[in-house]
């Protein structure tokens, strides 16, 4: 038989700032020609790399090169985890079957779960991607509620399936001549460093929560009742935005008083990533949502996910007559595989790995900050960081193009990084779990080396000092503490004297 060319059409991101053209690649293969979609997207269009194999927080192309993941959270627990490999192998010899027979694997999983969330989050519905645990979440909050309004945050992403689209502004906003839903209301961001409150404001927390209960008013003026409010516990693809503490409590209560529900997307941030707690949302002291989704990191890449709600909700969801059946969320091979995440998350103690870790790696791109004009924020919990680019520190201008610069040439070195936010000038650091200080070493001194040939080319210097603006509000910093968020939100950098003295007798490690 004849081999023929197989075309796949791999297109690169289409949006303001990119104006290259799209890759056609090609592969060898002994089939018909076919194409992928042209929406398709892949890591470094313009210059994509095949991956092969991957071992911990690595990656091996085609020709054996290795390169550090600093993407991937979906391979939690380290790519192909022997503990993880094992326990999917061993069920799948003895039984896969869908959660309409018994099986103890489920039990076991859901009580494991369910030990690591607050009492009232007590029964789960076991479904396939992060995607599908959202458009459910959705679904049982109008149920409960009779309402159909959602409130969504600025720069938000749920998922792809079309009731989620409507509630994330970071796709929705791409579509030509796309009009929002009626019943979709967006707030604003709570970004304390590029949204409309800040870190020199003195109560963001009430400030972005107001914005919320403003929202919810107008919806009722015109007839309309907010079902749900869902936020991203810590806005991944909006830019690593770490919200205010004290806001998800502010927003319940506006949330709930309008006969609503707290919806807390927990798929890119869950299961330890933030170092000091398990989820994410539990950054915001003694708060509880109504619902969490789980998905990506739950299954270290197997397609799993579940949602996670109250009695109440679960049962006004069963007294709406309508059965609900997953033919694979819950099987006993998924089950299995999600049991066996757990063990090593905590046998291996990634949890406190990503605490130590992420803090050095913070650590460490403080000083970038302090050296490069280009750095505007650091910001980050645990092993979920991420360092915005700026051309203007006064004017927070979008370092988008250095940004893109800065990831094709960590490419170049062998490390796998990306770029997000809604101007695409966050760099994002989310690796998997087993990432070492070693690894955050030589990240950060490639980053610095960039940053200096960039800087150099482009003829910047670090000023002497720079403003900041909040609406009304003005004031001096010195270049080390602009874009520093104190005592107002969670996980951001704080910059002390004393700070300052040990950090600028700390040099990268060989």
Not at 299 to 305: A, F, L, R
């Amino acid at each position: 038989m004849a081999q023929e060319v197989v075309s796949a059409h791999f297109p690169a991101t289409k949006n303001q700032d990119d104006h290259h053209d799209h890759q056609l690649l090609q592969y060898q293969c002994i089939k018909t020609p076919f194409s992928f979609s042209p929406s398709c997207k892949v890591f470094f269009s313009h210059d994509p790399i095949k991956i092969v194999r991957a071992k911990g927080q690595y990656m091996y192309d085609e020709n054996g090169v290795r390169y550090l993941d600093c993407i991937n959270n979906v391979a939690h627990v380290g790519h192909s985890h022997p503990m993880v490999v094992k326990a999917g192998a061993e069920q799948m010899e003895l039984l896969n079957t869908n959660s309409r027979f018994l099986h103890d694997n489920l039990v076991q999983y859901a009580q494991r779960l369910q030990a690591t969330l607050p009492e009232k989050l007590s029964v789960c519905y076991f479904v396939n991607s992060g995607s599908e645990a959202n458009d459910l979440a959705l679904r049982l909050a109008w149920e409960y509620t009779g309402h159909k309004d959602v409130i969504t945050l600025d720069n938000a992403y749920h998922g792809h399936v079309s009731s989620l689209i409507n509630i994330s502004p970071y796709k929705f906003h791409q579509l030509a001549n796309a009009e929002q839903s009626k019943s979709v209301h967006v707030a604003l961001s709570p970004d304390l460093y590029r949204g409309n409150y800040r870190q020199d404001h003195p109560d963001p927390a009430t400030a972005y929560a107001d914005d919320v209960n403003n929202l919810i008013q107008k919806a009722h003026e015109k007839g309309h009742k907010v079902a749900a409010f869902i936020a991203e516990s810590l806005q991944s693809c909006g830019g690593q935005v770490i919200p205010p503490a004290g806001y998800f409590q502010k927003v319940a209560q506006h949330v709930h008083q309008a006969g609503g529900l707290f919806i807390a997307d927990e798929v890119q941030v869950g299961f330890g990533r933030v170092g000091t707690h398990f989820w994410a949302f539990q950054l915001q002291e003694d708060f509880v949502p109504d619902i969490v989704t789980m998905g990506k990191p739950i299954g270290n890449g197997h397609p799993m996910s579940c949602v996670v709600t109250t009695r109440e909700v679960a049962e006004a969801f069963k007294n709406s007559g309508m059965e609900y059946f997953n033919t694979f969320g819950g099987n006993p091979v998924s089950c299995a595989i999600g049991l066996a995440v757990l063990d090593v998350i905590e046998k291996e103690d990634l949890q406190g790995n990503a605490l130590r870790v992420g803090g050095y790696l913070m650590r460490l791109l403080e000083q970038q900050k302090e050296k490069h004009p280009l750095v505007g924020d650091i910001r980050g919990r645990g092993l979920f960081v991420g360092a915005e680019l700026v051309r203007d520190r006064v004017k927070l201008t979008p370092a988008t193009a250095e940004a893109q610069d800065i990831i094709y040439k960590l490419k170049e070195q062998h490390i796998l990084l990306s770029a997000d936010g809604p101007h695409r000038n966050v760099l994002k650091f989310k690796p998997p779990m087993c990432f070492s200080e070693e690894d955050a070493d030589m990240v950060v001194e490639k980053i610095d080396q960039i940053l200096t040939d960039i800087e150099k080319a482009l003829g910047l210097q670090m000023p002497s000092t720079v403003h900041t603006e909040n609406g009304s509000h003005k004031r001096n910093v010195q270049p080390e503490e602009n874009g520093c968020h104190h005592s107002n939100g969670i996980g951001h950098s704080r910059d002390t004297s004393q700070h300052h003295a040990s950090q600028q007798n700390k040099r990268l490690r060989p």
